[in-house]
């Protein structure tokens, strides 16, 4: 099982749209997985 992360940095304030997530194995395409879409929201630091 191998994890897959990534990081986003907010620059503006608002609500943004992640779009689903894609992998696949390179030599084997039968390998594939999908990942959520998200919304996060970026508001001024506290």
Known sequence: MHEIT???KGMARGEFVVPTLFAEEMYDKKIQ???PAGCPMVTDAK
């Open 6 to 8: 990534y990081r986003i």
């Open 33 to 35: 997985r999908f990942g």
